[in-house]
């Protein structure tokens, strides 16, 4: 008997095509999933353009799936048909982050071994919860659900959001209802066509800036309201945003370093902190009250920091709960939805190129249909790994 085979999109260096790979069968503990909708993120282009050193040739980690073969003394509550979602990011075991050390959702089978099963990383969705191609913005919603569990003890009267990609458009659009109408939202643009493209959305922030208008622009958009910043940013443009909100705020600012850092990254405008170890200090969820860091800025000016790496499961439930409440809220961020083989190619045009246009529109968010055909995908309850 033949090996099952099946279709995913594999990196290897610079190249990024279409394979047919060997499909595994779990073992004790482990789940195989049948991914539904898979998302494509920040980090995902910075490995396609060589900027990451992560080895996983198959990347991937946001979206939806279907349990469709678990292993001996597996969870039964992922029982073969049961939609999950997958936290990427392991609090204990830093060889499991989906995606990027181990092959991700870009394929229509993935294996979840059985130390991340064991974790509580598979999350089984309620069917009312289904969010169907908007499951790509399930992990990144969960992000910035964890953001705000600390913002909204905080009375935050102005919040800034750095970043023009899927993450900062959804903490624009979830801060009213998440931490309540009476927050002011500022949203702080890498390019003009990034300005250009929020400004003609219904959910929009209410003030719209780009990064080159700098600190002033800044600073008059904020006001004197207690203030909060988020940088949803890439990791080579994070500290200069945190230096731009830490010079223009006013009074005491707090600021969530969501975004990516260099592993050695410092400010002369805060002396004595350690960025990274702060980001660090909170991973998956833990501890339950999260560690925020008190410091002074080099002029005496109080600043709290504080970040993450990866979410809880409540996080991936509220976001998933927080979609099937306000889907059109939301449901432009995905500009895109692709099969396996046009994902391949608009990859590849991302690795090439800094342009996120693809077919005449601007890129938010790619929302891949992995699965060939959802009636193939056992819907019912299998008793054993053969049904793979």
Excluded at 166 to 180: D, E, F, P, S, Y
Aim: glycine share 10%; hydrophobic share 45%.
């Amino acid at each position: 008997m033949s090996a099952a085979l099946h279709r995913a999109i594999v990196r290897d260096g610079r190249r990024i095509r279409v394979e047919l790979r060997p499909t595994p069968r779990p073992v004790a503990g482990e789940v195989l999933l049948a991914p539904q909708t898979a998302g494509l993120c920040g980090t995902d282009l910075q490995m396609l353009r060589g900027l990451r050193g992560d080895p996983a040739p198959v990347i991937g980690h946001e979206g939806s799936a279907l349990v469709v073969a678990a292993g001996p003394d597996a969870d039964p509550a992922l029982a073969p048909g049961t939609r999950v979602v997958v936290n990427p990011t392991h609090p204990d075991d830093p060889s499991f982050l989906l995606g990027h050390h181990v092959d991700g959702l870009l394929q229509e089978r993935t294996l979840i071994p059985q130390s991340a099963v064991r974790a509580g990383l598979v999350t089984p969705l309620p069917q009312s919860l289904a969010p169907g191609d908007l499951a790509a913005l399930l992990e990144p919603l969960a992000t910035v659900r964890y953001a705000f569990s600390v913002l909204e003890r905080m009375g935050v009267g102005t919040l800034a959001v750095f970043g023009d990609g899927t993450v900062g458009h959804l903490a624009v659009r979830a801060a009213g209802r998440l931490l309540g109408p009476g927050v002011r939202t500022v949203h702080v643009h890498r390019t003009d066509a990034g300005r250009a493209w929020s400004e003609h959305r219904a959910h929009r922030a209410d003030v719209l800036l780009t990064a080159a208008e700098g600190g002033e622009a800044l600073r008059a958009a904020v006001g004197d309201a207690p203030a909060a910043v988020l940088l949803a940013t890439p990791r080579d443009a994070t500290l200069r945003c945190l230096e731009t909100a830490v010079r223009a705020v006013p009074g005491e600012l707090v600021v969530d370093l969501l975004g990516g850092l260099p592993a050695d990254a410092t400010s002369p405008l805060l002396p004595g902190v350690e960025l990274a170890a702060v980001r660090a200090a909170n991973c998956g969820g833990r501890p339950a009250v999260p560690r925020i860091a008190r410091a002074l800025t080099d002029t005496g000016a109080p600043v709290r920091l504080f970040g993450h790496r990866g979410v809880a499961e409540r996080h991936l439930r509220d976001a998933a709960a927080e979609l099937a409440a306000a889907p059109e809220r939301y449901r432009d961020l995905v500009t895109h939805v692709a099969d396996l083989d046009e994902a391949a190619d608009i990859m590849r045009h991302l690795a090439a190129h800094r342009d996120r246009t693809w077919r005449g529109r601007r890129l938010i968010k790619l929302a891949v249909r992995v699965a060939p055909d959802r009636s193939a995908v056992p819907t019912t309850p299998a008793p054993t790994a053969s049904a793979v």
